[in-house]
């Protein structure tokens, strides 16, 4: 019986594992769509070589200074108990890896890549995990002197913190740094619109990201045993309030409507095993009326050239996931109770504020010292020709009649 548990506990996680990869496919697809078509290759290859970067960073160093584990055993001792410990590696390297392609969309068609591959190592290495090894891994005694305060600790079942927040945050240090876009914004401070190449691509990134959130839901359970329906159901709740929210706010924008989703899963990650599936509902409503209101802000007033929103699609509506699971999660409003509105404002606010000095240090250093941005003729050319050397279409972009 012991055998058949931990195979299946292995079972279980490796399948979130494998729907959670599937999703940085959609992180790929959201950017390629959005994007315009000159960048489209860009956009594939970066999320590709992002992710195999990130294994490298993580599998060496990140893991360890999370969780103090490191896989320099023999075979014969990883191999013990089905390989839990490797495929809860690949299954938590998924989440890691996510940080890179949330940053990929807000610094795309401007940013150099191999600088932008040298920052995802770091992060991927140092920064992600150690926050964290603060709230998942209990480092440092934060979890402990929470608890000494408020009574419970930083919950984030999921990661709208860990993950999401802390990801969109990092991506507002690396767009402030690398700056807009030529041509984005006049000189009298007027946008210019930047139409996506397409929206059918936009579209199934958006799907596949959604389909593979209740892998990252889910099976932040890691083993079947602790697997909650609860989780499912307050997921697809905060998912339709999401999609729902955005389709009035931003006034049928197919843009719009296909992150809102997102902006609800992003949202509900962290107190979706507490949360009712009411509260669920409105965490992923408010979650996507965030999300449009500050994309609109931050782009036509302060002109940040955000490419994918992806600071108001991860960062706020993370920061605000976090003290949702501290509102919803409590037994008056129908939650499971166990958190405390303070310590997860005190947990969110200390993501925020690593995230925020991460993503300046790495990318101001990295401006530094090898420069970030391409050349206003390569911007002007486009990130595929210049960095890659063949466009989306090759035969099409040629004169071809095919």
């Not at 290859?45 to 584990?69: E, H, Q, R």
């Not at 934060?142 to 991506?171: M, N, P, T, Y």
């Not at 690396?174 to 996506?196: C, E, H, N, W």
């Not at 949702?324 to 303070?342: C, D, P, T, Y």
Request: charged share 10%.
């Amino acid at each position: 019986m012991d055998s058949v548990a931990s195979g299946s506990n292995a079972l279980f996680i490796l399948l979130g594992a494998i729907m959670v990869l599937a999703m940085h496919s959609g992180f790929a697809f959201l950017e390629v769509g959005t994007v315009r078509h000159k960048n489209q290759v860009n956009a594939l290859v970066k999320i590709l070589c992002d992710f195999s970067i990130s294994t490298i960073a993580y599998f060496f160093v990140g893991y360890a200074i999370a969780y103090g584990v490191d896989f320099f055993s023999d075979a014969s001792v990883l191999a013990e108990m089905n390989g839990y410990e490797l495929v809860k590696f690949f299954f938590l390297l998924t989440f890691a890896a996510a940080i890179p392609a949330i940053i990929s969309g807000g610094i795309a068609e401007r940013a150099r890549f191999y600088p932008q591959l040298i920052a995802s190592m770091i992060i991927v290495a140092l920064i992600y995990p150690f926050f964290e090894g603060i709230v998942w891994g209990e480092n440092y005694g934060i979890q402990d002197w929470l608890v000494s305060l408020f009574e419970f600790k930083f919950h984030d079942f999921a990661g709208s913190v860990v993950v999401h927040a802390v990801g969109g945050w990092l991506a507002f240090g690396a767009v402030i740094t690398l700056g807009a876009r030529k041509g984005r914004y006049q000189r009298s401070g007027d946008m210019v619109p930047f139409a996506p190449s397409s929206i059918p691509f936009l579209a199934l990134g958006a799907w596949v990201l959604s389909v593979g959130w209740f892998g990252f839901n889910v099976m932040s359970a890691q083993t079947i045993d602790a697997m909650s329906g609860l989780v499912a159901v307050n997921s697809l709740m905060a998912m339709v309030g999401g999609v729902l929210a955005a389709m009035l706010m931003g006034k049928n924008d197919p843009g719009f409507i296909h992150n809102g989703p997102l902006a609800g899963l992003v949202a509900v990650c962290a107190g979706s095993d507490v949360m009712h599936p009411i509260g669920a509902l409105l965490t992923g409503g408010i979650a996507g009326v965030l999300f449009v209101l500050a994309f609109d802000i931050t782009q036509k007033k302060f002109r940040i050239d955000d490419v994918l929103g992806v600071w108001p699609l991860h960062g706020l509506c993370g920061t605000w996931g976090g003290l949702a699971a501290g509102i919803f999660g409590l037994k008056v409003f129908g939650g499971m109770g166990g958190v405390s509105f303070m310590s997860q404002l005190t947990g969110t606010a200390l993501g925020v504020v690593i995230a925020l000095v991460g993503g300046f240090t790495v990318y101001g250093l990295l401006k530094a010292v090898s420069g970030i941005r391409l050349s206003e003729e390569e911007e002007y050319n486009g990130a595929d020709l210049s960095i890659h050397k063949i466009s989306a279409n090759p035969s099409f972009s040629a004169g071809s009649s095919d």
